[in-house]
């Protein structure tokens, strides 16, 4: 079956834009991750959905980042006014239930502010 | 709170050479550990699974045991091949919802 999607596979942007990322993830995963990776390091936490709301989002940043998940499916990760220091490659994930289980990766953004 | 300590890379082997990469972990609880591969080009990918203290997780000839004693869930194989050349990431997910990552460890595999 189909896994873990996600668009665009490639954003570049300018600083102090607006940009959004999605996620599909698979199909009756009701857990949903949202990651960062930069170069040379291990994915950092962002967010965690459980259906439609945030179970967690105490890996976000700073309020310049928001994510919904309205219809318990796609997610869309929002980064307003976005900087320099946001580069990098966003990882999606899913999983059956959460905690424990297994994460099903997508192929990730990989976003370029200018 | 919880953390995932693994070796750095790179760590370069020749063809059919053993590997071992340690992981440690701190956590409060009784987490499941897991180790991910990355490949070139690729998404990140489950590699084995260990749930509780004494299991032992494999898969293409890798192998990890939980260790609860030394809080250790090392990553072994006895003969490594070029196609195994990618990252691997060793993940502790626990009561916390909050799956931790260690840094990754390059592996790269000579011919």
């Known amino acids: 079956g189909a896994g873990v999607s996600q668009t665009p596979s490639n954003k570049v942007t300018e600083k102090g834009k607006y940009v959004e990322l999605r996620c599909d993830p698979i199909s009756g995963h009701t857990a949903l991750y949202w990651y960062r990776q930069s170069l040379g390091q291990g994915p950092e936490f962002l967010i965690y959905?459980?259906?439609?709301?945030?179970?967690?989002d105490s890996g976000l940043p700073n309020d310049r980042f928001f994510a919904v998940r309205p219809e318990g499916s796609v997610s869309t990760l929002k980064i307003q006014r976005t900087e320099r220091g946001d580069s990098a490659v966003y990882l999606c994930?899913?999983?059956?239930?959460?905690?424990?289980?297994?994460?099903?990766f997508g192929p990730g953004t990989r976003l370029l502010v200018l | 709170g919880d953390s995932v300590t693994q070796m750095e890379g790179p760590v370069t082997l020749s063809e059919e050479a053993c590997l071992t990469i340690n992981c440690t972990y701190t956590a409060t609880g009784y987490p499941s550990l897991f180790w991910y591969v990355q490949y070139p080009g690729e998404g990140l990918q489950l590699l084995l699974k260990?749930?509780?203290?004494?299991d032992k997780g494999s898969n293409k000839g890798f192998e990890a045991t939980y260790r609860k004693e030394t809080t250790s869930f090392h990553l072994e194989k006895g003969s490594v091949q070029v196609s195994d050349s990618a990252v691997y990431f060793c993940?502790?997910?626990?009561?916390?919802?909050?799956?931790?990552f260690g840094r990754g460890t390059s592996l790269i595999v000579h011919p």
């Open positions: 959905f459980q259906g439609t709301g945030a179970a967690d």
């Open positions: 994930a899913s999983s059956l239930a959460g905690a424990g289980e297994t994460q099903y």
């Open positions: 260990a749930t509780k203290a004494d």
């Open positions: 993940v502790l997910s626990g009561g916390s919802y909050i799956p931790t």
